[in-house]
């Protein structure tokens, strides 16, 4: 899909690690993200279905949107999410922070 093409590149340019839909103007719920720092998965209509209540943990992070500026984020250390790949096959991935 050239539209999932076109935010990849946007994202490697901007020297990102994630993008989504609303930063290069579209309205939908789509982000691509830099997985194991080499694979780019999209996930179209996202849910998190799962997260570890009363465990979080504080990473430092950036947006494309607001380039040069970072900040302490707290994040679940464990999320599952469920979302449509690029070819509309439902997923889930989780995440673990250690």
């Avoid at 570890?52 to 950036?62: D, F």
Wanted: some cysteine.
């Amino acid at each position: 899909m050239k539209f999932l093409r076109d935010m990849e590149d946007t994202m490697f340019k901007a020297k990102g690690v994630g993008i989504a839909a609303p930063q290069v103007g579209v309205n939908e719920r789509i982000f691509l993200a830099l997985l194991d720092q080499e694979r780019v998965v999209a996930m179209v209509n996202p849910e998190i279905i799962s997260y570890s209540v009363g465990e979080t943990i504080e990473m430092e992070e950036g947006c494309l949107s607001l380039p040069g500026k970072w900040a302490n984020t707290p994040r679940y250390k464990e999320v599952t999410l469920q979302y449509l790949d690029e070819m509309g096959h439902e997923k889930n991935h989780e995440i673990n922070r250690i």
